[in-house]
């Protein structure tokens, strides 16, 4: 079974709207943690925005921030006032409490493209 | 700001030849990872290092593959005998410290290609 799905193989907005991207979550663990990261054309890959499973409020980072819904195990990116250099993969990936070092298991990736 | 810096950036091989890929990690952290993306597709684990040993490995990281640190700022990763299907991108990542909201850092890379 996916441990992380991301459902939205391409995600097309205009400069300066809203976007969410979805990602969806399985585990067994109560103790994990919930990551966006940002992949552009060039390769490189960028933390975003964190979110705890025990983290009362959703996490914000300037125009990012996640919509965590622990009971649906969703974690959405949302990202407010979309701009041109926001056009790139975006992966979701979770960390669960395993042995020291665990790993990141990530999503598929959405593709955001951004136009304007 | 410190960074994970990787070398080569883009590395090309022919299958069954050994390769290393190198990484220096951020000079703080104490756990460092190897990642692999296949063109297209989404971000694999392949391995996790921490106090000078393997901590968790995937089913991806078979004996073909190892890692070392070969002294307090180097991280490598070599394949001994390389596959057409190894051609991917490699990543490496670090952290600070184990606690759960520690981010992990990547490099920027290395594209392996194998003829």
């Known amino acids: 079974a996916q441990k992380i799905t991301q459902t939205q193989p391409g995600m097309f907005v205009q400069e300066k709207e809203a976007v969410t991207l979805d990602c969806t979550y399985d585990t067994s663990d109560q103790s994990y943690g919930l990551f966006w990261y940002k992949q552009p054309s060039s390769g490189e890959m960028i933390f975003l925005i964190y979110q705890g499973s025990y983290d009362e409020q959703n996490a914000t980072e300037g125009r990012y921030s996640l919509n965590f819904q622990k009971a649906r195990k969703s974690a959405n990116l949302v990202i407010s006032a979309s701009q041109l250099g926001d056009s790139a993969m975006y992966f979701c990936a979770m960390r669960e409490v395993r042995v020291a070092g665990t790993a990141l298991i990530f999503g598929k990736g959405t593709t955001l493209s951004v136009s304007s | 700001e410190p960074e994970v810096t990787q070398t080569p950036s883009h590395q090309v091989t022919q299958m069954g030849q050994e390769v290393i890929l190198r990484c220096v990690p951020i000079s703080n952290h104490l756990y460092f990872y190897w990642y692999r993306q296949i063109l297209g597709q989404k971000v694999e684990f392949l391995v996790s290092f921490y106090n000078n040993e393997i901590s968790e490995k995937s089913e991806i990281f078979d004996d073909q593959f190892s890692v070392e640190r070969p002294d307090g700022s180097n991280f490598t990763l070599k394949i001994r005998s390389t596959k057409l299907e190894d051609s991917a991108m490699y990543f490496c990542?670090?952290?600070?410290?184990?606690?759960?909201?520690?981010?992990?850092?990547f490099g920027p890379g290395t594209r392996l290609t194998v003829l």
């Open positions: 990542a670090s952290r600070l410290q184990r606690e759960m909201y520690n981010e992990q850092f």
